[in-house]
């Protein structure tokens, strides 16, 4: 079945380090891939998102692309700010036997310090 | 504003209870979904619906119930069955079943069995 592997957390860095979260699939046929974020006692935000090979997600100074030869999609900010705080999830979506299943990573926890 | 509206935020449950969490959408999306989060882990599928009137089980429907009798409420029960509910709710949709369609998210609703 469909999977997603993400780095473990928590990660801690300093405001203005360089941030990379990595995140390997498994999936059948052709995935979207996400990264979503979310805030404590909240719900999750899309972040940005790639729907086929070599796209390139952008939001917010994070960026991802889409590597089907390596099957990852590795989040990344050149400079990280305390408000980046959350925790990031990496997600696949697949449309199998009429349905549309997101599958998530476990998540990881971002802690950004002054 | 569009966007997803999930009630009570917070909700007490007494052993034995069944209780519905609420979940409307004004976003004329077809399709919605309900997601389970526990801590340190990520998001398990529980129900979801791509039209009025038809929904299908998800990874873990044991012990839940859902109904879509309107396009913008997709309501889910937790009945007496589900041994462990204490648990985070996310309801979410998306315009329909498509792999790079964007799912977008509730704030969730925690539930607590006391």
């Known amino acids: 079945g469909d999977s997603v592997t993400q780095m473990e957390g928590p990660v801690t860095l300093s405001e203005e380090a360089f941030l990379t979260i990595n995140c390997t699939y498994t999936?059948?046929?052709?995935?979207?891939l996400f990264w979503y974020v979310q805030y404590p006692g909240e719900g999750l935000q899309l972040l940005l998102k790639?729907?086929?090979?070599?796209d390139k997600g952008s939001n917010k100074g994070f960026e991802a692309t889409y590597r089907k030869e390596t099957t990852s999609f590795h989040l990344e900010k050149g400079s990280v700010q305390v408000s980046d705080s959350a925790v990031y999830f990496c997600a696949l979506t697949t449309v199998t036997g009429g349905g549309n299943k997101l599958t998530f990573g476990t998540g990881t926890q971002l802690k950004v310090e002054l | 504003d569009g966007g997803i509206t999930q009630s009570p935020k917070y909700l007490f449950r007494k052993e034995g209870q069944n209780v519905t969490l609420s979940c409307e959408q004004n976003?004329?999306?077809?399709?919605m979904y309900w997601y389970r989060q526990d801590p340190g882990q990520g998001l398990r599928l529980i129900y979801y619906s791509q039209i009025v009137n038809d929904f299908q089980k998800g990874d873990i429907a044991e012990g839940y119930s859902v109904s879509r009798e309107k396009k913008e409420s997709f309501p889910l029960t937790v009945t007496s069955a589900q041994k462990n509910p204490t648990a985070f709710y996310l309801c979410a949709s998306s315009i329909r079943i498509s792999s790079g369609n964007t799912i977008y998210f509730g704030e969730g609703s925690w539930l607590t069995v006391v």
């Open positions: 999936a059948t046929g052709y995935p979207s």
């Open positions: 790639a729907t086929k090979a070599d």
């Open positions: 976003l004329n999306h077809d399709a």
